[in-house]
């Protein structure tokens, strides 16, 4: 109940509706408030005194104006409000809502200082729409009063647990103090004292507590709306043509006298009905949009927990990689220790090496000093050969690179952490998502004679990145479906395919995370060139898994059985006159690649026209109302709805012959179902046929009807029970569509001259089940008339 108060208060006022009047525009407002926004406009600038006066206006028709005013009979109520010459100049103010109100004119100068302002006439502008109207004489009297709305407004009051409030209190209303039961009206002290004095008239009120005012109030009957123009009577008859209740004077002597007029409670029915259907469906959207605000809500929680979830991941992929780095800077630094403990070793040698050699130096020095200064010549001479080839070495010795330092001081690495730091900075976060399905774009879909052409396309909003796509065709007959084209093109015909055949094909999308799922299925239907005199094409089926072509797919091979010590290849020869088959059995030669020479002769020709593929499919939940009930795998079909809703098929024709049944599981003789064809965007929400999209025959229990675009023709007795097979043919190559009950053709050709993309389709409501059967022969009646010349 308290979404609903927003309803309920005045836009212009914000609160509750006080005595609300309903404009042309169905919006309400308070009839004070009704009263403070209207804007005075000259005599000599209102429509009529224009129109009078013969004055031309080059902006703006005052005729058209005044069609929306209240004088014209097919009222609309209200026009542009930037039309007006009377519009108000003065900037619009904000009510409580939001919206805009437009001030009241500026009050008239002193009759001292200016002379008699000339008669009026008032526009009101609607605060919410802003859509403006002229008043008549009869000024805010003209608006009918809303007394559904007040009734409203009281039982919400009532039912709140809140006090009640004084109902004249300009700004924050206070708590009411007593109710006048005659002037209907909740008084707080000061209000009743300056309102409602206790003298005069008003003294023989009766002034009760607000709680039993309450009571009374629930329990007094509720006043009978009157009519605007004739205050004194009360609405009897509903004028159609104005959408609005009138009294019998109004029929007599009033607008309405030539309007046409239905019963005040009949269509008080009727518009409740309406109005109950409409909440149906509003209802169900309430209740999706209830789940949909739901499934956000999980959506918060769940995005929450992932961010959880994601910022530890990314938290330890982050700390596995600074522990790799880590241990990396260990294994660096164990290097340069082991580079400086090698070049401390080497100085300390040759610091230890050079020490010992110098010793020794100094040793000989002195020893030679020494023996300088001995006086005997002969002893010196004895030993001074010696001792001077021994100072030679020595100074040799120390002149080899003994002196030069073995090892530098430099350390010879140079760490190379350019590309960590590039990969570091190339570190970001890549899309870990599949690509959306492709769609099909079916004008651009077409078949010739033996080949087809596909297009498809990403969808409008996908952002995923996708690398190439996988056409997918099965074999003309039903059976699986085998790649026939994997690449970037968007694009691709496939030649070498059966005539008079029917294909089914599908697309899927791929990148480096994963595959899509699969676009929707397309039926595509191929036709026989009868100017051709004669035309050999490979049969067409794969021998294997081929990589993937742009231009004739299928191998000319067909391995029956993979333990077959044989190959057999099919050709298939069309002519205007003959459509025959021709196998042949050939053995392989030692390398098992080439045919042999000679082979064995043709077999007996088969005719191919009793070979020639039907369509199977079943109906689409995907493009089903949401109504719509599906089993059997989706080949019987129900609603939860009473009302009518559209089911179509999985597959949409654009030529050759097709026919399908459908046999009535439950019928309780009330609904009237209709089956037929229609194309993709019909409405779901409608009988079938109810609008320009399909093409229809909907059945009771004792007739059927033909109808498109909510026309009806050729009515025709036979009608449906439970148990009964209803036939539906479609002839693209004659452009007819036929329909036919339990074997009984109904009527001549229900529809002809049909062109395009049709789809099967089915209305029913929840009193109906009806179950689908497809890849069927034509039946009798149809093929004896094709036969005939």
């Known amino acids: 109940m308290e979404e609903m108060e927003e309803e309920l208060k005045c836009p212009v006022c914000g609160s509750f509706y006080r005595e609300p009047i309903i404009l042309p525009c169905s919006h309400n407002l308070c009839q004070a408030c009704a009263r403070n926004i209207l804007v005075q406009t000259p005599e000599s600038e209102s429509p009529q005194s224009r129109r009078a006066s013969g004055s031309a206006v080059s902006d703006y028709d005052y005729l058209d104006l005044d069609k929306m005013s209240l004088y014209s009979?097919?009222?609309?109520?209200?026009?542009?409000?930037?039309?007006?010459?009377?519009?108000?100049?003065?900037?619009?103010?904000?009510?409580?809502?939001?919206?805009?109100?437009?001030?009241?004119?500026?009050?008239?100068?002193?009759?001292?200082?200016?002379?008699?302002?000339?008669?009026?006439?008032?526009?009101?502008?609607?605060?919410?729409?802003?859509?403006?109207?002229?008043?008549?004489?009869?000024?805010?009297?003209?608006?009918?009063?809303?007394?559904?709305?007040e009734g409203v407004i009281d039982r919400y009051q009532q039912g709140r647990a809140a006090a009640l409030r004084c109902q004249l209190c300009e700004k924050a209303p206070k708590e009411a103090a007593v109710m006048c039961e005659q002037c209907d009206v909740f008084y707080c002290d000061p209000c009743r004292l300056r309102c409602h004095p206790p003298r005069g008239p008003l003294a023989k009120h009766r002034l009760v507590p607000p709680a039993q005012g309450r009571v009374s109030r629930r329990l007094s009957p509720r006043k009978i709306s009157t009519c605007t123009d004739h205050e004194l009577e009360n609405h009897s008859m509903y004028c159609v043509q104005c959408k609005s209740p009138v009294c019998y004077q109004c029929l007599e002597e009033g607008k309405h006298s030539s309007h046409e007029v239905k019963a005040l409670g009949a269509m008080w029915k009727l518009h409740k009905s309406q109005l109950s259907q409409a909440l149906n469906g509003l209802s169900d959207r309430a209740k999706e949009a209830k789940e949909f605000l739901v499934q956000l809500r999980n959506m918060v929680?769940?995005?929450?927990?992932?961010?959880?979830?994601?910022?530890?991941?990314?938290?330890?992929?982050?700390?596995?990689?600074?522990?790799?780095?880590?241990?990396?800077?260990?294994?660096?630094?164990?290097?340069?220790?082991?580079?400086?403990?090698?070049?401390?070793?080497?100085?300390?040698?040759?610091?230890?090496?050079?020490?010992?050699?110098?010793?020794?130096?100094?040793?000989?020095?002195?020893?030679?000093?020494?023996?300088?200064?001995?006086?005997?010549?002969?002893?010196?001479l004895q030993i001074s050969d010696a001792l001077i080839r021994r100072v030679h070495l020595t100074e040799d010795q120390w002149g080899k690179g003994t002196l030069t330092p073995r090892m530098t001081t430099d350390f010879d690495l140079n760490l190379d952490n350019a590309p960590l730091l590039q990969s570091i900075h190339q570190l970001d976060f890549v899309q870990m998502k599949v690509p959306a399905p492709p769609i099909l774009q079916l004008e651009e879909c077409c078949t010739h004679n033996n080949s087809a052409t596909l297009s498809w396309k990403q969808p409008p909003l996908s952002t995923v990145q996708v690398e190439g796509y996988i056409l997918?065709?099965?074999?003309?007959?039903?059976?699986?479906?085998?790649?026939?084209?994997?690449?970037?093109?968007?694009?691709?015909?496939?030649?070498?395919?059966?005539?008079?055949?029917?294909?089914?094909?599908?697309?899927?999308?791929?990148?480096?995370?994963?595959?899509?799922?699969?676009?929707?299925?397309?039926?595509?239907?191929?036709?026989?060139?009868?100017?051709?005199?004669?035309?050999?094409?490979?049969?067409?089926?794969p021998l294997e898994r081929s990589q993937l072509r742009r231009m004739s797919p299928f191998s000319s091979t067909l391995n029956l059985q993979p333990s077959f010590p044989g190959r057999s290849y099919f050709e298939l020869r069309s002519s205007a006159h003959q459509l025959s088959l021709h196998s042949s059995l050939q053995s392989l030669n030692s390398a098992g690649c080439n045919f042999e020479t000679q082979g064995t002769p043709y077999s007996q020709l088969v005719d191919i026209k009793k070979m020639v593929a039907v369509a199977w499919f079943s109906f689409d939940p995907a493009s089903a109302h949401a109504d719509i009930i599906f089993s059997n795998d989706n080949l019987t079909v129900t609603c939860n709805s009473y009302d009518d809703r559209v089911v179509l098929g999985k597959t949409g024709f654009s030529k050759g012959l097709h026919y399908w049944e459908l046999s009535i599981d439950r019928y309780d003789n009330h609904p009237d179902p209709a089956f037929g064809v229609a194309r993709i965007d019909v409405l779901k929400d409608a009988m079938l046929g109810k609008d320009d999209k399909a093409w229809a025959m909907y059945v009771d229990n004792n007739r059927s009807w033909f109808m498109h675009n909510n026309s009806h023709t050729n009515r025709t007795e036979g009608?449906?029970?439970?148990?009964?097979?209803?036939?539906?043919?479609?002839?693209?190559?004659?452009?007819?569509?036929?329909?036919?009950?339990?074997?009984?053709?109904?009527?001549?050709?229900?529809?002809?001259?049909?062109?395009?993309?049709?789809?099967?389709?089915?209305?029913?409501?929840?009193?109906v089940q009806v179950t689908l059967h497809t890849g069927l022969p034509v039946p009798e009646f149809y093929a004896s008339r094709s036969a005939m010349p």
């Not at 526009?123 to 002229?134: D, E, G, I």
């Not at 164990?334 to 230890?352: A, F, G, P, T, Y």
């Not at 999308?509 to 929707?520: E, L, M, R, W």
């Not at 036929?738 to 009984?744: G, H, L």
């Open 73 to 149: 009979e097919a009222d609309s109520g209200y026009g542009s409000y930037g039309g007006f010459a009377s519009a108000p100049t003065t900037p619009c103010q904000k009510s409580p809502n939001g919206v805009r109100v437009f001030p009241p004119a500026a009050p008239p100068p002193p009759a001292a200082l200016a002379p008699p302002p000339p008669p009026r006439n008032a526009c009101l502008t609607c605060p919410q729409c802003h859509r403006s109207l002229v008043l008549d004489e009869r000024g805010l009297r003209g608006f009918p009063r809303n007394r559904l709305l």
């Open 719 to 767: 009608g449906i029970t439970k148990g009964a097979t209803v036939g539906v043919l479609l002839d693209l190559t004659r452009r007819t569509l036929t329909f036919s009950i339990n074997e009984d053709q109904q009527g001549p050709v229900a529809f002809e001259n049909l062109e395009g993309l049709f789809f099967p389709a089915v209305s029913l409501n929840r009193n």
């Open 472 to 541: 997918e065709l099965d074999d003309g007959n039903g059976g699986q479906f085998r790649e026939v084209y994997v690449g970037k093109e968007t694009m691709c015909t496939v030649d070498g395919l059966h005539f008079n055949s029917t294909y089914s094909a599908r697309v899927k999308a791929f990148n480096k995370t994963g595959v899509s799922p699969y676009s929707k299925t397309l039926v595509l239907q191929t036709s026989e060139d009868m100017q051709s005199e004669e035309q050999t094409l490979p049969f067409p089926v």
């Open 301 to 380: 929680q769940q995005i929450q927990e992932n961010s959880v979830e994601f910022e530890a991941c990314l938290v330890a992929q982050c700390d596995a990689l600074i522990d790799a780095l880590n241990r990396r800077k260990a294994q660096l630094l164990s290097r340069v220790n082991k580079e400086h403990e090698h070049k401390l070793k080497v100085v300390r040698d040759q610091i230890s090496h050079c020490t010992v050699k110098l010793r020794q130096t100094t040793g000989l020095m002195e020893y030679c000093l020494e023996v300088i200064k001995e006086n005997d010549p002969s002893g010196f």
